[in-house]
């Protein structure tokens, strides 16, 4: 047991592999070469069991060249080695053991040329029920393994084989955690109160209600379901309503914006790849319809999918299975497809850029989401309920919108659709953190009646008069701004921030003015 002691640096290093199984192979290559001295030997080897097949995961001593590397055997043509696995003892080769014709034979027969009757010895790697492979001992010289060393090389298999356990442990961990990441930067889960679709069923526009009623209906069924309008009209909040509202409510909804990357990419993003299939791929990766399973996949802006794409979507369709990228297997899923476009799909299959067949698998059930512009009963309480969604997420506000600003939204023609109403909302919210949003904060901007417009002072035009001073129209424009924030300089509302400039330096500037 004094033997063991001598080795416990060793010993530390195998314990550590749990939290580094990256360098198992690293560390086990430097345990058998410590082992000379414990255990004599000309070549040391560590065999994984690999189905019926032991391959030679290290191996060390001089003996210890390429072909042994590359070396593997079949558990069942080797008696010693099988003796030993299930035994889970030691097995010492002895004399007539050697003859592979009429004895155990060796297992570096193929490979190597050694004496007969050499020292040769398989020590079994088990740990919790498990057959992870064997250890074996080989010299050049004949004789056998003594008792002792027998013993001692078992305690070191015992050792060696929780050290491959915890480390392919870790390796799965270190896996599922890497899939857990990945499915976290995919996956974005529809929940059953989403705001959007919330807001889906309280619309009052006529053709909006209609398409909740069409979009409720299908939400039951499994169809695949094409959402067609305008960018920016919401096709999103749509298909997450429909997920929302769907027997799949539970599982995973994904999206992907076909239109955001690469042609190259976009196989791999959709339906995975195996590692080494490209340069880059340093491991197997989860694609988003592997994320959706069990759930709902948004194909956004489907008409812009590249047609080598598209013919394996249809594979998708019609069998539910694909094959990862650089993978020689398929993979089974089942998910639901929503697809969303801006474009007419029925031109783009005219033009060629678009699958006819596919085409007309993705509309078995067509939802058109119309523009802004024609849902003007929407958008005054559409703009509240964002104004409420934008108050609950920052912390600000809460807002109000006057008569006048709510017959400006009203009158806009929105081209921008819902988004470009997100956006000015914000803007409005930035001018004024909180309180009553009046028309200079919601309209359009360049407009006479925005901040920016209000507050820049009326030149006289070109022989209208004498052309004012650098200094009077510096001082004019500061004059509005004051007015505009009530003689407020600090803070998100005040002169300074809407002037872009730090309070000291404006205070300065009204100083030197003669501004108060």
Known sequence: ???????????????????????????????????????????????????????????????????????????????????????????????????????????????????????????????????????TFDRTVCGLYDRETVALAEIYGQIVALAMLYAEQARLLERYRANLVEQRRLETQAAGDDPEGAWLEQTRSPAMLDLVRQARLVSQADSVVLIEGETGTGKEVLARAIHAWSGRREGPFVSLNCAALPPDLIESELFGHARGAFTGAVRDRRGRFLTANGGCLLLDEIGDLPLAAQAKLLRVLQEGEFQPVGA???????????????????????????????????????????????????IVPLAEHLLDQQARRTGRGPWQLTQAARRVLQKRSWPGNARELVNTLERAAILKPHGTLDVPHVAEPGSPTTPAAAMTPALPEMGAGP?????????????????????????????????GLKPTTLQSRLKKLGLK
């Open 1 to 135: 047991m004094s033997r063991v002691l001598d080795y416990s640096g060793d010993l530390r290093q195998l314990a550590g592999l749990a939290g580094q199984p990256e360098r198992i192979d690293e560390v086990l290559a430097r345990a058998l070469a410590s082992l000379a001295d414990l255990i004599p030997h000309d070549l040391a080897a560590i065999l994984d069991l690999q189905g019926e097949r032991l391959a030679v995961r290290v191996a060390h001593g001089p003996l210890a060249n390429e072909r042994v590397r590359r070396h593997s055997i079949p558990v069942s043509e080797f008696p010693a080695v099988r003796r030993a696995i299930e035994t889970r003892r030691a097995v010492v080769l002895e004399d007539h053991d050697h003859d592979h014709e009429t004895g155990e034979g060796d297992p570096y027969d193929a490979v190597l040329e050694l004496p007969h009757g050499h020292s040769c010895m398989v020590v079994p790697l088990h740990a919790a029920d498990r057959t992870l492979g064997v250890m």
């Open 467 to 499: 052309i004012a001073s650098l200094r009077d129209v510096e001082r004019a424009h500061l004059s509005s701004v004051l007015a505009h924030t009530g003689g407020k300089i600090y803070g998100t509302d005040g002169a300074a921030a809407l002037l």
């Open 328 to 378: 020689d297997h398929t993979v089974k899923v089942d998910v639901r497809v929503m697809a969303a476009t801006h474009v007419q799909l029925e031109a783009a299959v005219r033009a060629g850029r678009f699958r006819e067949d596919l085409y007309y698998r993705l509309a078995v059930f067509p939802l058109t989401l119309p523009p802004l512009r024609h849902r003007g009963e929407d």
